[in-house]
């Protein structure tokens, strides 16, 4: 599957943004799909995840209460909903992919074997 991240750009705190995350392929439905995202200078981060077709959805700490993340696969897409954004949530985002996921490793970037090109959001103060 190819992924392509969209929907970054400059806000002020307390601002939204939609982040989308389509997907080529068949059977997306098979697929857990999450956001992650990388601030300069840190280590990439989990922030949400949608898993396969009836898996559930799970998010950070950070983003519980402010990001939603929504699945369409009859679009083959994966969105996250940024709200009450903060300067800290600064960062280049990106959506991954993983056929074979497991519960347990669902935060751990290396457990996905398909990553987006990321787009970057930015909060001002």
């Known amino acids: 599957v190819q992924l392509q991240a969209s929907g970054g750009g400059l806000v002020q705190a307390g601002g939204s943004l939609r982040l989308s995350c389509a997907a080529s392929?068949?059977?997306?439905?098979?697929?857990?799909v999450a956001w992650f995202r990388q601030a300069p200078g840190k280590e990439r981060e989990f922030v949400a995840a949608?898993?396969?077709?009836?898996?559930?959805?799970f998010y950070a700490d950070s983003a519980k209460g402010r990001f939603t993340i929504s699945r369409y696969n009859a679009r083959n897409t994966v969105d996250l909903q940024l709200s009450s954004l903060k300067v800290e949530d600064t960062a280049v985002y990106f959506c991954?992919?993983?056929?074979?996921?497991?519960?347990?490793?669902?935060?751990?970037?290396?457990?996905?074997?398909?990553w987006g090109q990321g787009t970057l959001v930015t909060v001002s103060s």
């Open positions: 991954a992919a993983s056929q074979t996921l497991i519960l347990s490793s669902m935060t751990l970037a290396t457990a996905y074997g398909y």
């Open positions: 392929g068949r059977a997306f439905s098979t697929y857990s």
């Open positions: 949608t898993r396969r077709s009836g898996g559930g959805t």
